[in-house]
């Protein structure tokens, strides 16, 4: 099973500039298998991107919790929420 799911960003710690690029990637410590990932805000079932890495060009809709999930087919794990402020 997949473990170990983490997220970083950057500029380091989600406090991105109006206008300015975030890129958020997503990182897997355990798993076996080809391994998808797929991006989600404030908990919404629907995916706002696939791939380990998710980048904005950041507007003001933008701010709020961002997780990445990660699945092998048969199991299927989230990082911690990274929470993006926009100033």
Do not use: K
């Amino acid at each position: 099973p997949i473990s170990g799911v983490s997220l970083s960003a950057q500029p380091p710690g989600g406090q991105v500039a109006l206008g300015d690029r975030l890129v958020l990637s997503c990182a897997v410590a355990a798993g076996t298998g080809p391994l998808s990932f797929s991006w989600h805000r404030g908990g919404s079932a629907a995916p706002l991107a696939t791939g380990p890495r998710l980048e904005l060009h950041v507007g003001d809709e933008d701010s709020g919790h961002y997780q990445c999930r990660a699945t092998d087919g048969d199991s299927a794990a989230e990082s911690p929420p990274l929470n993006v402020t926009v100033l």
